[in-house]
């Protein structure tokens, strides 16, 4: 039975060697034996998550920092270094992945809920130093926002990608940095969710 045991274990390391296309975030499991779009799909729920945005226009800078501990949203907006003005309200995302390509997102905010149906998939590697499966593209293919306000979007006009820090079997975190500049105004945001199954 030992036997049996160790040569499992040893055809199980030898796989992992072999396949290390599972690891590709920072945080992924050193040996995985399931596959990232495996570790992808299941119905999500978003537990943490940080952000930071910081706007310069006319000489003004407005710093907008927000916390999610998975039922509500903290926000603090200082405009010019004065004193932050912090708001806090209910909040909550959950996210399923499906085999077949689809994805839902269903977001409370306050009291709106926002329903995004569309498509998934991983990048190929596209993008500055970036490897296959290591971002996940959301194609937003129709967002429904309550009260009869229903968009069905036409092509690939809203797209989110986000880097995938971390991809184990019951816990995501997914990374989305942003910067943008011009000669009026610039802006920076980053931001990272942990999502757990």
């Known amino acids: 039975m030992k036997n049996i045991i160790l040569k499992l274990s040893s055809a199980a390391l030898f796989a992992a060697l072999l396949f290390p296309a599972c ?6 499991p050193f040996l995985s034996l399931r596959c990232r779009k495996a570790r992808a799909t299941g119905e999500w729920k978003m537990t943490a998550g940080t952000g930071s945005d910081t706007y310069t226009s006319g000489g003004n800078t407005t710093v907008t920092t927000t916390t999610y501990d ?4 903290t926000e603090s907006v200082s405009f010019n270094s004065g004193t932050p003005v912090v708001t806090t309200s209910a909040y909550t995302q ?3 992945i499906n085999k077949d390509g689809s994805f839902t ?3 409370l905010d306050d009291t ?4 995004i149906t569309g498509k998934w998939n991983f990048t190929s590697g596209v993008g500055k130093d970036s490897k296959k499966k290591e971002r996940l593209v959301l194609y937003y293919e129709k ?3 309550g009260g009869g306000n229903v968009m069905t979007i036409d092509g690939n006009l809203f797209i989110a ?10 816990e995501m975190i997914l990374k989305f940095d942003y910067s ?4 009026n105004s610039s802006d920076t945001t980053t931001n990272e969710w942990t999502f757990t199954q």
């Open 112 to 115: 709106v809920t926002t329903t």
């Open 94 to 96: 959950s996210l399923t």
């Open 143 to 145: 967002i429904d926002s």
């Open 70 to 73: 998975g039922a509500n949203r």
């Open 105 to 107: 997102l269903v977001e």
């Open 180 to 183: 943008n500049s011009d000669a």
């Open 23 to 28: 690891k590709k975030g920072e945080g992924d």
């Open 161 to 170: 990608v986000f880097e995938i820090y971390q991809l184990k079997s019951k």
